[in-house]
């Protein structure tokens, strides 16, 4: 592929739009943080962080994502990173992997792979990429994410959100 989009995420950007596409800050949101003595934005959110913790999942598709956001720590108003974990028949995971890759999801190595080890050739993807959020966005990402491994041969497993620890 020789589109890079999908690997060269702006490091800059601290802000990220409903649907996982960096946002730069406004003049009025610079001058703010520039008279009040803060960096603006703070660091920006990166899918492969360490401290990033889990406040809201599922494995049950017919879960609404209103409720579940509803009944979780999630914080709205904060970015998050959305990782859904997908199950596919091997062969497959490189197109899949590209096509998510085209709406900026990035895939990860969390070692959830040994836990399936009678699957067969069916591999677990794990697809993150960090975005603001609200619940029609949720339901809409884990529709795009289902469609996606419907169309690879493959499954949704679960879905979560995460976020990083909350200030005290």
Do not use: K
Not at 21 to 40: C, I, T
Not at 85 to 101: F, G, Y
Not at 135 to 149: D, F, N, P, V, Y
């Amino acid at each position: 592929m020789d589109d890079d989009r999908s690997t060269s995420r702006p490091s800059v950007s601290a802000r990220w739009d409903l649907n996982g596409h960096p946002v730069s800050a406004g003049r009025w949101e610079r001058m703010r943080h520039r008279l009040s003595g803060r960096v603006a934005g703070g660091a920006p959110l990166a899918v492969d962080e360490t401290d990033l913790v889990v406040v809201a999942e599922s494995d049950d598709e017919t879960a609404a994502s209103s409720t579940v956001l509803g009944q979780s720590r999630w914080r709205s108003g904060e970015d998050v990173v959305l990782r859904h974990v997908l199950l596919m028949p091997a062969p497959r995971v490189a197109d899949a992997v590209a096509t998510a890759a085209l709406d900026g999801y990035q895939r990860l190595d969390d070692g959830t792979g040994s836990q399936l080890s009678d699957a067969g050739d069916d591999v677990v993807v794990v697809l993150a990429r960090p975005q603001s959020l609200d619940a029609m966005h949720l339901a809409q990402e884990r529709s795009r994410m289902a469609s996606l491994g419907s169309r690879h041969g493959g499954t949704v497993l679960r879905w979560q959100v995460l976020q990083r620890p909350a200030a005290r």
